[in-house]
């Protein structure tokens, strides 16, 4: 259906907001933040809209579980600014960082492999700023998991440093795949507790289980997101 068709179906807010189960006050906040088109003014001042609005609508609430509130806006934006291809760069952007967490889901479940207590060591001691350089994160941060328990260094009697060994290290980079899993620190540290006392990948099947769930999740909403952004755009010729 062409601009032209459209233009003659005058929809009010709250024939888009009742669709959703939304306030008119929501559809309003979407047109003025940009992720709807402009509406047409009656001669009262009364917005007006019309299905392209509504085909809007819907390309933003699908896009919202697999991309998250901030990018689908920015992605809505771009595309009613007649920036396709930045949109599209975004939804290649959520793409990206969905493959990411599966390398990092995969990344999880390899070291969980590696926590069998008869395993040699594999680092050795470390301090605190080789091993953030390791993991790509401040000392700060190392120290604030340190503060919540989930890594536990020594020190050093004579120079009072932190000293990682293997349990420590391998704690970190558990801590630090969680969080990039999207865990909270509060979450996390009951499962390096598990891990602690087992030494293995059972306690924490059921966590893998539910990451991996979330991920297949989120692989669906990208692909209905994207059905109904085309919709959307074909709306528009």
Do not use: C
């Amino acid at each position: 259906m062409g601009r032209n068709l459209q233009s003659r179906e005058r929809l009010r807010p709250i024939d888009l907001a009742r669709e959703h189960g939304l306030s008119t006050q929501a559809v309003r906040n979407y047109e003025e933040a940009g992720i709807l088109p402009a509406a047409t003014r009656t001669a009262h001042g009364y917005r007006t809209y019309t299905p392209l609005h509504a085909h809007a609508l819907r390309a933003f609430l699908a896009l919202l579980p697999g991309h998250g509130h901030g990018t689908a806006a920015a992605i809505m934006r771009a595309v009613n600014q007649g920036a396709v291809d930045e949109a599209f760069r975004l939804i290649d952007e959520s793409h990206a960082q969905l493959l990411d967490d599966r390398r990092t889901l995969s990344a999880v479940k390899n070291a969980l492999g590696d926590l069998e207590p008869t395993q040699a060591p594999r680092s050795g001691d470390m301090f605190i700023g080789p091993l953030a350089e390791q993991l790509g994160i401040q000392p700060a941060t190392l120290r604030k998991w340190e503060h919540a328990g989930l890594v536990l260094p020594r020190r050093d009697p004579l120079t009072g440093y932190r000293v990682y060994d293997d349990a420590a290290v391998r704690d970190a980079r558990l801590t630090h795949q969680l969080r990039r899993g999207g865990y909270l620190l509060e979450q996390i540290a009951p499962l390096i507790a598990q891990v602690r006392a087992a030494g293995g990948l059972e306690p924490l099947e059921g966590t893998l289980r539910d990451w991996y769930g979330r991920l297949s999740a989120r692989g669906r909403a990208l692909l209905a997101g994207a059905a109904e952004l085309e919709a959307y755009l074909r709306a528009q010729k």
